[in-house]
């Protein structure tokens, strides 16, 4: 992972963002401004966002920390903590300034994204020179939050893009 590769990332990531947004607002895009979860689905998203701040924040944020001094470790969840924080605040300004709805769009275009550059990590892995235990460990990691976030975009496709479209 370079920020070439990242900072290109967020730049059309911003720019689909502004375009769907643009183009829900003129009516041209048949999707909600709003997203109408029902009951269930609503609980059920509070106890994900929980989850995924617990898995995809806290645990990333610990591993970073623990392992600052090791560059590559470092470069791993660093650019990972940096793509998830942006998407938080895009998440945020975008909701509250412009369509909530757009949360959806932000979230599986950043979720794509992440999985993508958890599964180039997890490849990297075998060119380091962190200890058999240290490898485990992070290589651990690196699979749970791939599973996470790869079960993130099934239920973003699941559950939230029908309840905006």
């Known amino acids: 992972m370079t920020w070439r590769t990242t900072f290109i990332f967020i730049v059309l990531a911003t720019l689909v ?8 607002s003129i009516g041209i895009l048949p ?4 997203i109408n979860y029902s009951d269930a689905g609503l609980r059920f998203i509070h ?3 929980l989850l995924a701040i617990a898995i995809g924040l806290v645990l990333p944020t610990i591993v970073f920390l623990v392992w600052l001094k090791n ?5 791993i969840f660093g650019f990972y903590l940096l793509v998830i924080v942006i998407q938080i605040f895009t998440e945020n300004i975008v909701s509250s300034l412009w369509l909530k709805s757009l949360v959806v769009i932000i979230g599986t275009l950043y979720t794509t994204f992440r999985v993508w550059q958890l599964w180039y990590e997890q490849q990297s892995l075998k060119t380091t020179n962190l200890s058999q235990l240290n490898l485990k460990i992070i290589s651990s990691v690196l699979w749970l939050l791939l599973g996470f976030w790869s079960s993130n975009l099934i239920m973003l496709l699941t559950l939230s893009w ?3 479209l």
């Open 162 to 164: 029908p309840s905006i």
């Open 71 to 75: 560059p590559q470790v470092r470069k």
């Open 47 to 49: 106890v994900w966002i």
């Open 31 to 34: 999707i909600s401004p709003v």
């Open 17 to 24: 963002t502004v375009l769907v947004g643009w183009l829900t």
